[in-house]
């Protein structure tokens, strides 16, 4: 059990696994470059499962996650860390990469493509056989601890190249791709995540696949397994699964008129009568 209560103490949580299930090999991948202390590249659309899978390796290898998201601003520093002024002292403080780093945690670098190629450069010397970060400010370079691993991610729908990655350390990560799982696995993931039935999950991944299989649709993203859990999840809250539909996917995946009645007409095709 997950929760439990200590004398007359405050009541402590266990960490419960967080829920992934796998589709393919990801797992096995995953676990033998964590035993080679390899970085890995996670590629897949968003909503797909990579954060929720980062996170359930976290959990099984033991080590704590450190998540950094990458945006166009980040500079070094916001990884490396910084010299702040506290109460009259210069003090040094670790940036998130650097912490993970001396902790020996798997840090899992969101979205790092955002960032520009000069924030970049400072894992380039971690994702390869050095495995170490040059903390230029402090004039020291330091070792990765045992358990450290760098795993980015990215979504190759709307970032088709890792420009910011040089070739030569790209080739040092291995790559993992996550996709949409097929349509048993999926209505078994949107059931369990929104708390709705079986049945019902599996319309909304029928409505999902209609979607992903449509061809040539103006659309940005297709709909995601996180948006079919956010459309169960309003159906759990007692919304008609049609409504749920039209609001949780069909308004959220365009909003050209034309894009949303065609989409609207395919989830009243799909989806049950109520
Ligand atoms: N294989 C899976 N097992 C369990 N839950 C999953 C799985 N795939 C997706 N989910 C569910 O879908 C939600 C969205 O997944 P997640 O946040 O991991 O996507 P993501 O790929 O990180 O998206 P983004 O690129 O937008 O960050 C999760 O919170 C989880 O509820
Ligand atoms: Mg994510």
Redesign the pocket.
Known sequence: MGQYRNGAGPMRVAQEAP?????GDEAEVFRAAAGGGLPVLLK??????????VQAMAHELGRELITIAGHEDMTSADLVGRFLLKGGETVWVDGPLTRAVRQGALCYL??VVEARQDTIVVIHPLADHRRELALDRLGTTLPAADGFQLVI?Y?PGYQSVLKNIKESTRQRFVAIE?GF?PAE?ETE?VA??AGIDVRTAGDLVRLGNAIRNLDGAPLREVS???ML?LAGALVAQGLGLRSAARSAIVQVLSDDPDVVHALGELADAVLPRP
């Open positions: 829920f992934y299930r796998a589709a897949g659309p968003t909503g797909c499962g990579k954060t929720r899978f969101d979205e991610s979504n996550l799982p696995i993931i369990r995540e995601s397994t996180r859990i």
